[in-house]
């Protein structure tokens, strides 16, 4: 996958291209099939397959100092494009001078004398431009390109696939229903940092990462899986663990930050990133009365998270 951070860049060989428009937080199914309808397109033509998206996200543009909300930050959105197989990832920087441009001014600067695309697939209700002006009715009459419009994607229950819903989910403690309309676990990826290094002391050592811009999932422990680096790029090896995301009411209250325990696993994981998968809540964060109370509830949520997770290997 070729990364492309200015429309102004565009290679030779990449114009032409079928391109899938949106900012896809989340990548969820909703957007697997818009993307997925670029990639047959493409295939079709012959020509390249792209995804185009924004960063920032143009609400944290807009409202910068409102609650993190991303499902995946750009590092993290990154790997799961480029898992869709697209050729090229144009990365538009969301800044003043891009939110000035109106609908038809973004069309006619980045879609066509930028990027000199062939189609352009966008869900149903996508808008762009200066106070959203711009929307696909407005792409439609561009004969310059084609434009194809998605229609919203929907579960066997009827609950459409959105980027709110999982949000709420994840708020709620309910990994699993969120991993149903991402159509993969929800994760958290970061580097890990030192911490105060308390769980050696009584046998939990734990790779501890900062959220940063993520959505803060509801607080407690989880069962989890993590993709730790390998040294090759884009892989990584997964390996079963317990986590803990809150706030730690019983140590100190005022921190925040995301503890993993990996199972069976030794090696020292400073200063590398690692891919944190919510598997399924195991219970609220609580404050015990000592750290023995609390020592003894981590082993029980440790042997909790690897019968769910064995349970989950076996393909129950």
Known sequence: MQLLRHHDDCPPQSRGAVAALGNFDGVHRGHQAV??????????????FSVITFEPHPREFFQPDADSFRLTPF??????LEALGIDLLVCLSFDKALS????????????????????????????????????????????????????????GDGTV?????????????????????LGRP???????????QRGRTIGFPTANLKIGDYIRPA???YAVRAGVETGRPGEAMWIDGVANLGKRPTVDGLKELFEIHL???ERDLYGTHLR???IEFIRPEQKFDSFDALKAQIELDGRKARLILDTRAAGA
């Open 35 to 48: 993307i997925g309808q670029a990639a047959r397109l493409a295939a079709d033509r012959s020509v390249p």
């Open 75 to 80: 590092r993290n959105k990154s790997h799961h």
């Open 100 to 155: 000035s441009l109106t609908g038809q001014e973004f069309i006619d600067q980045i879609l066509v004398g930028g990027l000199g695309l062939s189609a352009v697939i966008v869900g149903y209700d996508f808008r762009f431009g200066k106070g959203r002006d711009g929307d696909v009715d407005l792409l439609k009459a561009d004969s310059r390109f084609e434009t194809i419009v998605v229609d919203p994607e929907a579960a």
């Open 161 to 181: 696939y959105s980027s709110t819903k999982i949000r709420e989910f994840l708020e709620t403690g309910q990994p699993g229903h969120a991993a149903a309309l």
């Open 186 to 196: 929800f994760e958290i990826e970061g580097e890990v940092i030192h911490g105060d």
């Open 219 to 221: 607080y407690g422990v």
């Open 263 to 265: 199972f069976d696993f």
């Open 276 to 278: 944190v998968a919510l």
